[in-house]
């Protein structure tokens, strides 16, 4: 079914009008600038994560209106590691939050703290704390520094804003009217939330107000690549439920929390009960799609798509059933969804958001001067779009215009260090020979996963990715496995059957390596770990056929994953 370009939903049942803003990525490409850290997406083009300006969210992509990977959200894209890597091993794994919690998010017997002052100074250490210094050896200390800088960087301009108290200052008698809060427009979030936080100093009841901080702190971690914001956006939604239990606008928000830290089940289940209270909830619409893809539900997934395009047609469901199609391998469908939903974008956050969209779909065919011309397009209705930078710098790497997409990644991780743009760019210091300032953006991704972690972030996909190819195969396995037995997802197949090669396992590599590229859709990266998990177990006809396959998909999938794949195809032509 294609998505429609009219809302057919009853007026006198749909209490949320389309509000204007971009579209919340999807939830999960791995390793993108849009990540809820979703994408998700391996990569700048999984679904968008979720928790957007726009009232939608993200998936496997990144975490804009489209999902595909990284970094965190959500939202799957390809991944931009390749398995030869030098990376020194990341910090060990955190433990992670057992607490039982009730329906509306909170543990039994507890309320959200009545001081967000409280929880601003808690969230400030942010990932300095002893955890990272808990590295092997010196280099725990090398990585407490870089967790500093990172915190520094990320919370600076969180200093100013400050936080609201619940019961903060009544209004006096005089005070002007306050307008009602619409959810933020993602143009200025730094003001959006300033001018919510004073809103809720004299209308501390506000249950609608508080819900709308919670996705302005989601949002804002999203696009400044900052975990250290999802307690803030979790006591300001949980307050919000104190104040009118069960209500739809919070449910929707705690389901783009969860997306963000990538617990795709609890997405999905506050996305539901959101839904049952507003079955045109668009942000729910859209968290249940990126929840279901980053589960693997494809077909779960493709039925949710189109339950949101009769409901609530727009950019946000438009980019996500786009996707959908391309996990299915009708990358046709896709592009011409896109096209359609580019088209009717209004705003010129809609246009750069799907003109990305656009671009990362043509550059993962390997069409790169469409995807860089679709990206020109998006940073010229937005200059500042970090997706936009991210994907044309991956552009201008498989064009050979290196010096190009190192500037244009310097750019992106000095504003949003996710672990997409920072492997992106070590390896093309590495590639260039520069491996002192690789290591050194290997080394900040491990710092972010600690940041991310304390955050509440599930980060075992970004770290498991990132270790097989640039540090401890040990810790690269153990974070696949753990991610393997949350979500089944060609994404999470692919990173297994790397770290177990990575680790000499190829035999039990290769089952995970057929799923990962035995459906309908098609990675380059995904081609070439399987072709060199092949070679290794001495099945060189099948190896050779899916490294070419892989070079002739997209040539530039990865300075050196690319490079490796023709390596490997000479050496078994001499060999012949």
């Avoid at 994408?39 to 999902?67: F, I, K, L, V, Y």
């Avoid at 398995?83 to 039994?108: L, V, W």
């Avoid at 994953?561 to 012949?576: Q, S």
């Amino acid at each position: 079914m294609a998505p429609r370009t009219h809302d057919s939903a009853p007026e006198n049942e749909r209490p949320e009008a389309p509000r204007p803003g971009p579209p919340p990525p999807p939830a999960t490409r791995p390793g993108s600038t849009d990540a809820t850290p979703a994408a998700s997406r391996p990569r700048s083009r999984r679904p968008a994560a979720t928790g957007s300006p726009g009232d939608g969210t993200p998936g496997e992509r990144g975490a804009g209106p489209h999902p595909h990977t990284d970094g965190t959200g959500s939202h799957d894209t390809a991944p931009t590691h390749r398995g030869d890597g030098s990376r020194p091993p990341s910090p060990g794994t955190q433990p992670r939050n057992t607490t039982p919690t009730g329906p509306d998010g909170t543990a039994p017997g507890d309320t959200a703290p009545a001081d967000p002052d409280a929880v601003a100074a808690a969230e400030g250490t942010g990932g300095g704390d002893g955890s990272v210094a808990a590295g092997r050896g010196g280099r725990g200390l090398r990585l407490a520094g870089c967790a500093a800088l990172l915190a520094v960087a990320l919370t600076a301009g969180a200093v100013a804003v400050g936080d609201v108290r619940d019961g903060g200052g009544a209004a006096s008698a005089g005070a002007a009217a306050v307008p009602e809060p619409g959810p933020p427009a993602g143009e200025d979030l730094d003001a959006d939330i300033g001018a919510l936080q004073t809103r809720l100093r004299s209308r501390p009841q506000d249950f609608g107000g508080w819900a709308t901080l919670g996705l302005a702190h989601v949002e804002k971690a999203r696009t400044d690549g900052d975990p250290s914001r999802y307690p803030r956006a979790e006591h300001a939604l949980k307050r919000s439920l104190e104040l009118e239990p069960g209500n739809d606008r919070a449910l929707a928000g705690h389901a783009a929390l969860a997306a963000a830290r990538h617990d795709f089940t609890g997405a999905l289940r506050y996305a539901d009960r959101a839904l049952e209270k507003n079955p045109y909830n668009e942000r729910a619409l859209c968290a249940r799609i990126d929840a279901l893809v980053e589960l693997g539900r494809y077909d779960d997934a493709a039925e949710a798509a189109d339950t949101a395009d009769s409901r609530r047609p727009g950019v946000p469901v438009f980019t996500r059933y786009a996707y959908v199609q391309e996990l299915r391998g009708d990358v046709g469908t896709a592009r011409r969804v896109l096209e359609q939903a580019l088209a009717g974008a209004a705003s010129p956050a809609d246009v750069a958001y799907v003109a990305t969209e656009l671009g990362n779909l043509a550059r993962d065919q390997g069409d790169q001067r469409t995807a860089l011309r679709h990206y020109a397009r998006a940073l010229s209705a937005d200059d500042a779009h970090l997706p936009a930078l991210e994907g044309r710098a991956r552009a201008r790497a498989a064009s050979g215009d290196r010096g190009g997409a190192v500037e244009d990644l310097e750019r992106v991780v000095a504003r949003s260090p996710l672990p997409g743009p920072l492997v992106a760019l070590g390896e093309l210091y590495e590639a260039g020979g520069d491996r002192e300032k690789a290591r050194e953006q290997y080394a900040l991704v491990d710092a972010w996963t600690a940041l991310a972690r304390a955050g509440g972030v599930d980060a075992d996909l970004d770290t498991a990715l990132a270790a097989a190819d640039h540090g401890d195969e040990g810790e690269a396995l153990g974070a696949a496995r753990a991610e393997w037995a949350r979500r089944r997802t060609v994404h999470t197949a692919d990173a297994l059957a790397w770290a177990l090669h990575v680790a000499g396992r190829d035999a039990e590599a290769l089952p995970y390596a057929r799923r990962a590229t035995s459906g309908g859709y098609r990675n380059a990266a995904f081609l070439h770990h399987r072709g060199m998990i092949e070679l290794a177990l001495g099945r060189e006809q099948d190896a050779r056929r899916h490294l070419r396959a892989a070079l002739e998909l997209n040539p530039g999938f990865s300075p050196l994953g690319a490079r490796e794949a023709r390596t490997a195809l000479r050496d078994l032509e001499a060999a012949r």
